[in-house]
């Protein structure tokens, strides 16, 4: 087998088949993100607010202890789900007060427990941080993650 | 050494071992607080650590790549650097960035994507480093002679700077923000830098086993080839739960299962290479690395890749310890071990004399790669654990990890048994030789 094949035809190969699965790639990529745009995270309207919590959690570098949909640090529990574990969708004005409590109270002190900084939000980074996890929540990510638990 | 400027790659690697040395400090201090959670909780959160941690990995095998480059490149194309006073400014400028971004990191400035996370203006100052870079190393090739070797290396450099554009793209849709994302992480890491890796493998092969040019530089092409063949739709493996369509379900199990196949073939072509090779090379620690490097990345990136890459199985252990583990052995084995060899096998002719501290430097890589071994099997466990009571029983995050303890006291083990590796390679590096070895003139073969 390796008689048969020449430097300049593993080089053709390598060249011509790169570029033709890019281009399938190119296209897919395409495709999905015109289907998170109309399908997948259309549930809830992608407000200023929501894009304002993105910016609170990118200001705070959330992602370096957290995760998200999966992927951060594992050093702190996954977020993408937060709004159902902390029963959102049944009773949003609980879940919201409940966040936002937890958050203003760290770090907990209790010795030999993970501690999560004390982040000092304005009540408007706080109300867009949950309108961002709440719009997060409602991502059809094919049920993912398996648990409440995240 | 037979072209002057080759010299600058000594800069490079000097740069790129001190971030290492740091780097390999962060590393131990997260795992510290995995084990002891007050550990700095005031001082330095374990956000900023962790941030710290990853972005000096980052920078550094950028550092190294390029003084890899400098290196090969006048050899490869068989005339001097273009310009080594632009390698000093583009090196100059890499590290302000990259001190920056560390002291940004402690202040509190940064943007907030996972990697990504350097300042907008460190991001502009890599980029301005990275295209001088590109132009400097490019000139030389234009004007030398052109192999296999440096144009491989070059599309790999070239194209990694292109996909590096994405990050400075950051739109409001979490969902399309990951999927871009991915465009530089993964495309980055298992498609491109692959690129780079079998170069640079296929070069310290040629100089070290005496194999005829024409057969490596055939096999290079099929290796590169398969990467790129199955690292392109093989990003479908992090388009499963973001919300991206479910095709990718099939897609990124098939290719990203390929993923692996490059990585066998280059255990295989590393070692045919060695055994065909008639030169017997003097620098064993360097014959060492270059065996090691693709033999730990197709355990690290291929096997502990495989392993939950599969939707099914990945549907229970994304983002648990076990991508903890993938992730620290692929880039362990793939890109360190790589560096590490091209800087072995430097080393002797950028300082003038024969090889040096050869059993050290091997001791050097027994600790340094049992210890990263051995913390990937205790995080793949952990993993395992948190899988199954997390993901499959349901069990809530914090008492999971409560569960984990063992695991996380035997990693700091392993992360102190890596900070003494890397203290005797680096020692091996760049400490002091006994005089009566240096004899810079007699060193042909290399």
């Known amino acids: 087998?390796?008689?048969?094949?020449?430097?300049?035809?593993?080089?053709?190969?390598?060249?011509?088949?790169?570029?033709?699965?890019?281009?399938?790639?190119?296209?897919?990529?395409?495709?999905?993100?015109?289907?998170?745009?109309?399908?997948?995270?259309?549930?809830?309207?992608?407000?200023?607010?929501?894009?304002?919590?993105?910016?609170?959690?990118?200001?705070?570098?959330?992602?370096n202890c957290h995760s998200i949909m999966g992927e951060g640090a594992y050093f702190a529990p996954e977020l993408s789900n937060v709004w159902t574990r902390y029963k959102g969708r049944d009773n949003p004005e609980a879940a919201r007060a409940g966040l936002a409590a937890w958050m203003r109270a760290q770090p907990l002190a209790i010795p030999g427990r993970r501690?999560?900084?004390h982040f000092d939000l304005s009540d408007e980074e706080m109300t867009s941080l949950i309108d961002f996890l709440q719009w997060t929540d409602a991502i059809d990510d094919q049920n993912w993650p398996p648990h409440e638990s995240g | 050494m037979k072209y002057e400027t080759q010299k600058v790659a000594y800069a490079f690697f000097l740069v790129a071992?001190?971030?290492?040395?740091?780097?390999?400090?962060?590393?131990?201090?997260?795992?510290?607080?995995?084990?002891?959670?007050?550990?700095?909780?005031?001082?330095?959160?374990?956000?900023?650590?962790?941030?710290?941690?990853?972005?000096?990995?980052?920078?550094w095998l950028l550092i190294g790549f390029m003084g890899c480059t400098y290196y090969l490149m006048p050899e490869e194309a068989e005339r001097e650097i273009h310009s080594p006073m632009l390698a000093y400014l583009q090196l100059g400028i890499f590290v302000v960035a990259g001190v920056a971004a560390l002291a940004c990191?402690?202040?509190?400035?940064?943007?907030?994507?996972?990697?990504?996370?350097?300042?907008?203006?460190?991001?502009?100052?890599?980029?301005?480093?990275?295209?001088?870079?590109?132009?400097?190393?490019?000139?030389?090739?234009?004007?030398?002679?052109?192999?296999?070797?440096?144009?491989?290396?070059?599309?790999?450099?070239?194209?990694?700077a292109v996909f590096w554009l994405f990050a400075f793209y950051n739109p409001g849709n979490l969902s399309v923000d990951k999927v871009y994302w991915w465009w530089v992480v993964h495309l980055w890491v298992e498609g491109v830098w692959e690129l780079i890796m079998a170069s640079l493998l296929g070069y310290l092969l040629i100089k070290m086993s005496g194999v005829d040019r024409e057969v490596i530089e055939k096999w290079l092409y099929v290796i590169v080839g398969l990467s790129l063949f199955s690292g392109l739709l093989g990003t479908g493996h992090h388009y499963y739960w973001i919300g991206t369509p479910s095709y990718w379900q099939p897609i990124g199990s098939i290719f990203s299962t390929l993923e692996v196949i490059p990585f066998f073939a280059m255990v295989v072509f590393s070692f045919v290479m060695f055994w065909k090779g008639s030169r017997n090379h003097p620098n064993k620690a360097a014959m060492l690395w270059t065996m090691g490097c693709p033999t730990v990345a197709f355990f690290g990136a291929g096997v502990w890749g495989f392993?939950?890459?599969?939707?099914?199985?990945?549907?229970?252990?994304?983002?648990?310890?076990?991508?903890?583990?993938h992730g620290h052995l692929a880039f362990y084995g793939a890109y360190v071990m790589l560096i590490l060899g091209v800087i072995s096998y430097a080393m002797?002719?950028?300082?003038?004399?024969?090889?040096?501290?050869?059993?050290?430097?091997?001791?050097?890589?027994?600790?340094?790669?049992?210890?990263?071994?051995?913390?990937?099997?205790t995080l793949t466990f952990a993993g395992a654990v948190q899988t199954h009571l997390q993901r499959v029983l349901g069990m809530n995050y914090m008492e999971v990890q409560d569960q984990l303890g063992l695991f996380y006291a035997m990693r700091l083990g392993t992360g102190i048994a890596v900070v003494v590796g890397a203290a005797l390679l680096l020692y091996a590096l760049f400490g002091p030789i006994r005089r009566g070895t240096a004899a810079g003139s007699t060193l042909s073969a290399a």
Request: with cysteine; net charge positive.
């Open chain 1, 115 to 117: 501690k999560m900084p």
């Open chain 2, 307 to 325: 392993m939950h890459t599969l939707s099914f199985i990945n549907y229970y252990s994304h983002g648990t310890q076990v991508t903890a583990a």
């Open chain 1, 1 to 63: 087998m390796a008689e048969g094949l020449t430097k300049s035809a593993a080089r053709n190969i390598f060249y011509g088949g790169s570029l033709f699965f890019f281009l399938i790639f190119v296209a897919l990529t395409a495709h999905s993100h015109w289907y998170i745009v109309k399908e997948s995270t259309s549930a809830l309207p992608l407000t200023d607010s929501v894009r304002a919590g993105k910016h609170v959690w990118e200001k705070n570098m959330c992602i």
């Open chain 2, 105 to 160: 990191y402690q202040l509190g400035i940064h943007e907030g994507r996972e990697f990504l996370e350097q300042p907008f203006f460190v991001k502009v100052l890599i980029t301005v480093s990275f295209l001088i870079f590109l132009y400097n190393t490019s000139m030389t090739l234009l004007k030398g002679r052109k192999t296999t070797i440096n144009l491989v290396l070059m599309l790999g450099l070239w194209l990694a």
């Open chain 2, 17 to 59: 071992m001190g971030l290492f040395a740091l780097q390999v400090v962060f590393g131990i201090m997260a795992a510290v607080v995995y084990v002891f959670p007050d550990f700095l909780a005031q001082v330095m959160p374990f956000n900023v650590i962790r941030v710290s941690h990853t972005n000096l990995l980052i920078v």
């Open chain 2, 348 to 377: 002797p002719q950028l300082r003038r004399t024969q090889p040096f501290h050869q059993v050290l430097n091997m001791w050097g890589f027994w600790i340094l790669t049992s210890a990263m071994c051995f913390m990937t099997f």
